[in-house]
């Protein structure tokens, strides 16, 4: 019998909720066949069989939460006799599934090393502590894949914070709530997966980081203008959008502005300055806030930025964001403006310094040359982190960003 554990998915993850069987008890399975759908605070996962067999049993229904080693399946191997499987010691186990583990890497990459013949043990990993990537894989097998530009010392969002920092705070007590049912009729949703990564991300970041809100409003009349200009020329699917130029000039700008793309680690007393632009987009999917990442984005172009929003924001509604796409970001930047608001107060995308947030770009009075002009305006708050950067270094960061947004000309060097 082997016993299938839910393995190490890399990127800090110690669990994830069971959504879905692809296969019932007693059923015949090959190896590398769909077993089990998990969804973790990354994204949505289709776990491989890692034998083929008969499924003996399985441990778990959709909704519960299975934690990382914990045995998910039971399947007699196929070849397998009672006195072979009767021979076999503990530690002959043991070792068998220590022999799985020798190299970090998600089950469907595994599944890839083996499609095209590569024994994954001889794969460099080049993701968070050693992981080997899909990339990684495809780059052993002499074919190019994304992973050409990847940066090895990509930082993992999910940095464990000591147990101290979350203890002995002062004056602060969560007391009990009251019984709201004693009221009336109450609905109570466990906090799972994405829901619950979200809590524990903003709360840490809130009371982690001291936040600072500068605010400003852009006049985007002429960036307006030539977006739209450069859209006539290309189909609705290639369409260039406001934020995708944000974004390049972001990763530009953040060259000038290291305090803004960094992270503090309090442990040490340091503060970590990221030479690579790694820029997340907070989305909203039907499942909760997600952050896909935008990954090397001062060495592409307005429109490829645009190209690669749409294509991450698609998977994001549809649930197939992978963890690589969702990792990484350096700096984020959250878009409310297509729903609503004047403004908005981000919270910042713990560990990293600082985030943008946009409101709704749209007509506006302003005086320009003693006159009383329409023109089209984006307010903006950018939140940073006051342990690495100052009042007067966010006034310049976003004084240079607002002249880049108000003179497109001045950073647009390809489309």
Same mark, same amino acid.
């Given at each position: 019998?082997?016993?299938?554990?839910?393995?190490?998915?890399?990127?800090?993850?110690?669990?994830?909720?069971?959504? !879905?069987?692809?296969?019932?008890?007693?059923?015949?399975?090959?190896?590398?066949?769909?077993?089990?759908?998990?969804?973790?605070?990354?994204?949505?996962?289709?776990?491989?069989?890692?034998?083929?067999?008969?499924?003996?049993?399985?441990?778990?229904?959709?909704?519960?939460?299975?934690?990382?080693?914990?045995?998910?399946?039971?399947?007699?191997?196929?070849?397998?006799? @009672?006195?072979?499987? @009767?021979?076999?010691?503990?530690?002959?186990?043991?070792?068998?599934?220590?022999?799985?583990?020798?190299?970090?890497?998600?089950?469907?990459?595994?599944?890839?090393?083996?499609?095209?013949?590569?024994?994954?043990?001889?794969?460099?990993?080049?993701?968070?502590?050693? !992981?080997?990537?899909?990339?990684?894989?495809?780059?052993?097998?002499?074919?190019?894949?994304?992973?050409?530009?990847?940066?090895?010392?990509?930082?993992?969002?999910?940095?464990?914070?000591?147990?101290?920092?979350?203890?002995?705070?002062?004056?602060?007590?969560?007391?009990?709530?009251?019984?709201?049912?004693?009221?009336?009729?109450?609905?109570?949703?466990?906090?799972? @997966?994405?829901?619950? !990564?979200?809590?524990?991300?903003?709360?840490?970041?809130?009371?982690?980081?001291?936040?600072?809100?500068?605010?400003?409003?852009?006049?985007?009349?002429?960036?307006?203008?030539?977006?739209?200009?450069?859209?006539?020329?290309?189909?609705?699917?290639?369409?260039?959008?406001?934020?995708?130029?944000?974004?390049?000039?972001?990763?530009?700008?953040?060259?000038?502005?290291?305090?803004?793309?960094?992270?503090?680690?309090?442990?040490?007393?340091?503060?970590?300055?990221?030479?690579?632009?790694?820029?997340?987009?907070?989305?909203?999917?039907?499942?909760?806030?997600?952050?896909?990442?935008?990954?090397?984005?001062?060495? !592409?172009?307005?429109?490829?930025?645009?190209?690669?929003?749409?294509?991450?924001?698609?998977?994001?509604?549809?649930?197939?964001?992978?963890?690589?796409?969702?990792?990484?970001?350096?700096?984020?930047?959250?878009?409310?403006?297509?729903?609503?608001?004047?403004?908005?107060?981000?919270?910042?995308?713990?560990?990293?310094?600082?985030?943008?947030?946009?409101?709704?770009?749209?007509?506006?009075?302003?005086?320009?040359?003693?006159?009383?002009?329409?023109?089209?305006?984006?307010?903006?708050?950018?939140?940073?982190?006051?342990?690495?950067?100052?009042?007067?270094?966010?006034?310049?960061?976003?004084?240079?960003?607002?002249?880049?947004?108000?003179?497109?000309?001045?950073?647009?060097?390809?489309?």
């Amino acid at each position: 019998m082997f016993e299938f554990k839910l393995p190490d998915l890399g990127e800090g993850i110690h669990e994830g909720e069971l959504l !879905k069987w692809y296969v019932k008890e007693k059923d015949f399975i090959r190896e590398d066949d769909p077993l089990c759908d998990m969804e973790t605070d990354k994204a949505t996962v289709t776990l491989p069989s890692p034998r083929t067999g008969t499924i003996m049993k399985l441990n778990g229904n959709p909704g519960d939460m299975i934690r990382v080693g914990q045995v998910l399946a039971v399947i007699e191997v196929s070849g397998e006799n @009672s006195s072979e499987t @009767s021979g076999q010691t503990d530690d002959a186990k043991v070792q068998d599934q220590e022999m799985k583990k020798q190299v970090a890497a998600a089950p469907a990459t595994r599944r890839l090393a083996r499609e095209m013949g590569i024994d994954i043990t001889t794969v460099t990993g080049t993701g968070s502590a050693g !992981k080997v990537t899909p990339e990684d894989v495809q780059l052993a097998a002499g074919e190019p894949g994304k992973g050409d530009l990847k940066d090895a010392g990509t930082a993992d969002p999910d940095i464990a914070v000591p147990e101290e920092i979350h203890s002995g705070i002062p004056f602060l007590e969560i007391p009990a709530l009251p019984d709201y049912a004693e009221e009336g009729p109450v609905e109570k949703i466990p906090m799972r @997966s994405l829901r619950k !990564k979200v809590a524990v991300k903003t709360t840490s970041s809130m009371i982690l980081i001291p936040h600072v809100a500068h605010m400003e409003e852009w006049d985007v009349t002429e960036l307006e203008a030539l977006r739209k200009s450069l859209n006539r020329e290309k189909n609705e699917s290639d369409r260039i959008t406001l934020l995708s130029f944000i974004v390049k000039a972001l990763a530009s700008l953040l060259k000038q502005y290291p305090q803004f793309n960094a992270s503090v680690d309090p442990r040490k007393m340091e503060i970590i300055h990221k030479k690579y632009y790694h820029i997340g987009i907070a989305a909203d999917t039907p499942k909760g806030l997600i952050v896909p990442v935008i990954r090397q984005a001062d060495a !592409k172009s307005v429109t490829q930025i645009a190209t690669e929003i749409r294509s991450l924001a698609g998977k994001g509604r549809d649930g197939t964001l992978t963890a690589e796409e969702l990792t990484g970001s350096t700096f984020t930047v959250t878009n409310v403006g297509a729903i609503g608001g004047t403004g908005v107060f981000p919270i910042i995308n713990y560990p990293e310094s600082a985030i943008l947030g946009m409101g709704r770009v749209g007509p506006k009075p302003m005086v320009k040359d003693d006159a009383v002009v329409i023109r089209t305006m984006l307010p903006v708050t950018l939140c940073f982190d006051h342990r690495v950067a100052d009042g007067a270094g966010a006034a310049y960061f976003m004084r240079d960003l607002k002249q880049m947004m108000e003179t497109p000309m001045v950073f647009m060097t390809r489309v």
